[in-house]
């Protein structure tokens, strides 16, 4: 299936991965990951993840039921005591001891350990799929969470900015309440209470992941780098079909109801039984056994017997072919409705992502210099007495508001790309992890805004 498993030895402690690897290798996005807090974040939660342990244990448990399956029913043993011990030409029977064993026929028993190893192998497969789940939902919402925390930046800043401009219009008309009114006091705080509220949840939710607690702190996080998609939608479809372990996991639960299909055909045929039974007999003790002792008088048994189980309940039987054989239809119908799903998915995703590119270098490369612009405008213009306070007001609202877009922007194409990778089930080439500082425009706009004024 194009997908290594891991074995059935792995230890409990070691990484939550395939083949008994480094988890951290196959998450989505983890290249270029390995020293910045998001990868930090991913390799804690495949390991610590309550879900990913307990599928992992399911795929242990599935891995183990294929030597049971493999092996013979257990012999039986019986063991027979004649209370009243029937008499017989060489002597009376006193005990008698046999054992029988079941030999299935017919292939059934290697049939039966495919099946098991089939379902392990789907187990493993779906516990893949879990891992790029949990390791996306980190990613999105550390992602949220950087964002917050440059949301948040931007409004204190812009709370500090609003406060001066306020001094300033009170020196100035000193007889006047300033610039700054009540209300805008208010909706700054409002604003900083809902995102403290707001982080609040998302941290909570990161660190479910990772198992740790509710309000744990989060290491210092920072958007990514916008990155060009490297492939053609058509190109991500076909790795994404060749890589998802959802399909893996389908393709091996097919295979298994298939073989469950052949052995529920195999049930038709009939299954051998031996046996085999000693009995012991003691020598006559009556006058004529005494006086003529019988050829063999008191010589022991042993009994050889063979039977065979008929599988006669044909409508038991059909019903059960029948069975085996819609539940491989509904997978197969699954597993065409999941190859769709993923084809939709990567093409509205490679769709949005250069739109929201576009979007974003519009309002770097050209709404946000057009707002300094106008700011420092309206700052002289202020100061010569051109506009009043509340068109100074309205020009830092509009840089204040581009600010936060771009920003909005570039969180929500670091969030598809990482759905991308998902839905692909790799890192793409291009994939990279956030930096370590912000060296986003609008932060270096904003420094150079804060020393001119």
Do not use: C
């Not at 389908?250 to 055909?265: N, P, Q, S, T, V």
């Amino acid at each position: 299936l194009g997908l290594a498993f891991a074995p059935a030895t792995a230890a409990p402690s070691q990484a939550i991965g395939t083949n008994g690897t480094d988890s951290s290798a196959a998450a989505p996005g983890r290249a270029g990951l390995a020293a910045d807090a998001i990868g930090v974040l991913i390799d804690e939660a495949l390991q610590r993840n309550p879900s990913l342990e307990r599928a992992r244990r399911q795929a242990l448990a599935a891995e183990a039921r294929a030597p049971q399956a493999a092996v013979r029913p257990d012999p039986e043993v019986s063991v027979t005591l004649f209370a009243l011990p029937p008499e017989t030409r060489v002597g009376p029977q006193r005990v008698a001891a046999g054992v029988r064993q079941e030999l299935p026929l017919w292939g059934k028993l290697d049939l039966r350990e495919r099946r098991a190893l089939a379902l392990a192998e789907a187990a493993w497969a779906e516990l893949e799929a879990l891992r790029l789940d949990v390791a996306t939902a980190v990613r999105t919402t550390a992602y949220e969470l950087a964002f917050l925390d440059r949301q948040e930046e931007i409004v204190r800043g812009e709370r500090a900015t609003l406060e001066r401009y306020d001094a300033a219009a009170q020196a100035r008309y000193s007889a006047g309440t300033g610039m700054l009114q009540e209300a805008v006091r208010i909706q700054a705080q409002i604003t900083l209470l809902d995102i403290a509220e707001r982080r609040a949840v998302l941290l909570a939710q990161l660190n479910g992941l990772r198992d740790r607690p509710s309000a744990e702190p989060a290491p210092p996080l920072a958007l990514p780098a916008l990155e060009a998609v490297p492939a053609e939608g058509a190109e991500l479809i076909a790795r994404a079909l060749d890589r998802r372990p959802e399909l893996a996991a389908l393709d091996a639960r097919i295979a298994a109801h298939r073989i469950g299909e052949e052995l529920a055909l195999r049930r038709r045929k009939p299954d051998l039984m031996l046996g085999l039974q000693y009995t012991a007999v003691e020598a006559r003790e009556d006058l004529a056994g005494r006086t003529n002792p019988p050829q063999g008088n008191g010589d022991d048994v042993l009994t050889l017997t063979g039977s065979i189980r008929l599988p006669i309940w044909s409508r038991a039987l059909e019903a059960g072919i029948e069975e085996a054989r819609h539940e491989t239809s509904g997978l197969e119908e699954q597993r065409r409705v999941l190859e769709r799903s993923i084809e939709n998915q990567i093409g509205e995703l490679t769709t949005r992502l250069p739109l929201l590119r576009e979007h974003h270098d519009l309002l770097e490369g050209v709404l946000l210099t057009q707002a300094r612009e106008s700011l420092r405008s309206a700052e002289t213009a202020y100061r010569t007495g051109g506009i009043g306070a509340v068109d100074l007001l309205d020009a830092e609202v509009v840089l204040f508001e581009v600010r936060i877009a771009a920003a909005r922007t570039r969180t929500d194409h670091a969030v598809a790309l990482a759905r991308l990778e998902r839905a692909v089930g790799a890192a793409l080439d291009s994939s990279r992890g956030a930096q370590g500082a912000d060296t986003h425009p609008a932060a270096e706009g904003s420094a150079a805004e804060e020393a001119s004024r």
